[in-house]
């Protein structure tokens, strides 16, 4: 028998297993993003668990038409097929509304028309400067909500335990933007409760994230999550390869190349006898050789 992975052990008895992959459609698939599309599909498929997608499709000017389209049927060439109906942000604006409003209701945000070049000379941290306000500003103004001086840990299981104290380290942050968009923080939390997210498995960049999500899960009383950082790619210049640096789509009439590369990226060490095979045979080999705690235990892997 395999040795169990962390995400087996966390999960208890009769608890399932819900995964997913939240991208947001500002290009095509590129090969970091595959990296955390596949450790998230492995880790839900090796565990008997369900892999849901949802597109995070909150900020338009950022995303070129066609993007979510062309990144699920990238994922279908690839052999990763995901449970239940996609769900796309955009056609849950009211319940991000609808949560807002509460956060307000309990004096739990306020708001603040700082600008960008304000905020920049603050320093690393926003200064709350805006909370000892009396009346609203004119519009347009960004919601902040209150941190407070707490210290917010977890027990990653790729990078190992992490923790932050959220005024010191994070401070005051926006959920809702300026320019009247709902802020990645917000929306990601709503719809991870939304959809009984019980595990995620993502990209590095997001593990500073996760105190401010998993306080904000707290304020709203929502279910705990286990959480796995895997290392983001970094090209040559150290650089995050990402869709808004134009990093490259991946091929998917090279599906089996780029599904190798990856699990080997990902550690797991694939044979070089499936090295040509097709996608979901090399997916079914991985599903049952998955070892998390292979995953290098780092932030970024160079790509070449
Ligand atoms: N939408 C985010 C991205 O594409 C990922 C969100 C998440 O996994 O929490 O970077």
Known sequence: MQTPTASQINTKPGQSYIGRFAPSPTGPLHFGSLLAALASFLDARANQGKWLMRIEDLDPPREP?????????????????????????????????????????????YPCNCTRGQVREMGRLYNGSCRKRCAPPEKPYALRLKTKALEIGFDDEIQGHFSQQLELDAGDFVICRKDGLFAYQLAVVVDDEFQNITHIVRGWDLL?????????????????????????????????????????????????EAIYKALTFLGQAPPTGIAKEKPESQLEWAIENWDSQAVAKVDSLPLE
């Open 65 to 109: 038409a066609g993007s979510a389209e062309l990144i699920l049927q990238q994922l279908q060439d690839l052999g990763m097929i995901w449970d239940d109906e996609v769900l796309y942000q955009s056609t849950r604006l009211d319940a991000y509304k609808e949560i807002v409003d509460q956060l307000q209701d309990r004096d739990l945000c």
């Open 208 to 256: 500073d994230s996760t105190p401010r999500q998993i306080y904000l899960q707290r304020v709203l009383n929502y279910q705990k999550i286990s959480y796995a950082h895997i290392p983001i790619i970094v090209d040559e210049k150290g650089q995050k390869l990402s869709k808004q640096a134009f990093a490259p789509s991946i091929k998917t009439d090279r599906a089996s």
